[in-house]
Every structure is written in C-alpha cells, then in structure tokens.
C-alpha cells in the first residue's frame, strides 16, 4: 500500500471517528482493543492504529444509537429476552 494510500485511509478514518464523546471514548477503546487483539496477527503492523480507530468509531457510533433509542429489530427482540 503506497504511503499516499495509507494516509487517505488513514484521514477517513479519523473523520469518522471525529465524533466521539468523551463518554464513550473508553468503552469505545477497551472494545476495540479487544476486537482487534484477534486480527493484529494478520494485518501490517502500519495498519493497526487505522483498524483500532476504525472499530472505535464504529462502537462509539453504535453506543450512540442506541443512547438516542435507534434500535433494530434484533436488538429490540434480544432486549425483551435479557428483561
């Protein structure tokens, strides 16, 4: 991967994780870190931060849905079961 590529992915992965709140930056992080423990092995070493920020965005943003109450279906199902 040129050194051009990596930082374009590297520019859209810090926008997309642009908006995370303080409040979810650690549970973000602490779940990213696990998430990723399992594939660091198989990517490049120059990739790592990009995935872990990339999965943190991702978590973050899932954190907020459902804060604001954006459920799916899925969701809503196995929160009547755990209830």
């Given at each position: 991967?040129?050194?051009?590529?990596?930082?374009?992915?590297?520019?859209?992965?810090?926008?997309?994780?642009?908006?995370?709140?303080?409040t979810?930056?650690?549970?973000?992080?602490?779940?990213?870190?696990?998430?990723?423990?399992?594939?660091?092995?198989?990517?490049?070493v120059?990739?790592?931060?990009?995935?872990?920020?990339?999965?943190?965005?991702?978590?973050?943003?899932?954190?907020?849905?459902?804060?604001?109450?954006?459920?799916?279906?899925?969701?809503?199902?196995?929160?009547?079961?755990?209830?």
């Open positions: 991967m040129s050194d051009d590529h990596k930082e374009d992915l590297s520019s859209l992965v810090s926008h997309l994780g642009a908006g995370i709140r303080d979810h930056y650690r549970p973000a992080h602490d779940a990213a870190a696990n998430v990723c423990s399992g594939i660091f092995d198989a990517i490049p120059d990739l790592h931060d990009v995935v872990h920020e990339a999965v943190m965005a991702g978590y973050a943003a899932a954190l907020s849905d459902l804060e604001s109450g954006k459920l799916d279906d899925q969701v809503r199902e196995r929160s009547e079961i755990i209830v």
